[in-house]
């Protein structure tokens, strides 16, 4: 019986591209019968400082990449007017995984900072997401202080960092005894054809 071929995503709730990965990423889902599994990453993790709003790297890559994707998938997205550590925000996701609500906060923590320019790493933002995606805020106000939940998201991130993985999003692709990476928000095509490529290694071995 072949193995199910899953692709483990690292990614953080802060870079733009993770959440322009969305849509190829359900679509690799529903059309590659792929199970898909989100990883923690902090691009800018304590004490590193974080990026200037208003500075001129983030208009730059806006205006020649970013911006552009989410055109040509269809998505709207906005610079957004900070850029919050994104710890809690992990926390918080672990927690919905806990609850069964991650798919639904998880997309909710991408759309409230690239739509809505909410500041995620603000605990009473966290506790209004939950709350909107059906979840108990006083137990994610508890959990956000969690020592096993920080631990969990610490242990994805040294994980990433034991694999090579410096950037997001970053796709590991495993079926069987087979790993592939794959960096960046890539089109659908090149993610069905590495899938392809994880498969035949499987019927290979």
Do not use: K
Not at 3 to 22: G, H, K, R
Not at 95 to 117: K, M, S
Not at 127 to 133: F, G, Q, R
């Amino acid at each position: 019986m072949a193995s199910e071929t899953t692709i483990l995503v690292w990614s953080d709730y802060v870079c733009p591209f993770c959440y322009l990965a969305l849509p190829v990423l359900a679509r690799a889902r529903s059309e590659l019968g792929v199970a898909v599994q989100w990883r923690a990453f902090e691009l800018r993790p304590e004490p590193q400082p974080t990026l200037d709003p208003d500075g001129e790297y983030l208009h730059n890559v806006w205006e020649t990449a970013v911006y552009p994707m989410a055109a040509q998938r269809g998505m709207t997205l906005r610079l957004p007017p900070v850029q919050p550590r994104s710890r809690l925000a992990a926390v918080a996701a672990a927690f919905a995984r806990d609850a069964g609500a991650f798919d639904a906060v998880h997309e909710a923590l991408f759309r409230g900072f690239f739509e809505d320019g909410l500041d995620i790493g603000d605990r009473s933002v966290l506790l209004d997401i939950a709350t909107l995606c059906g979840l108990d805020s006083a137990a994610l106000h508890r959990a956000l202080d969690d020592e096993t939940l920080t631990a969990r998201v610490v242990a994805e991130e040294q994980l990433a960092a034991r694999v090579g993985i410096t950037g997001v999003p970053a796709m590991v692709i495993r079926s069987a005894d087979r790993h592939y990476l794959l960096s960046g928000a890539q089109p659908f095509d090149v993610l069905q054809h590495a899938v392809e490529q994880a498969r035949a290694g499987q019927s290979d071995a």
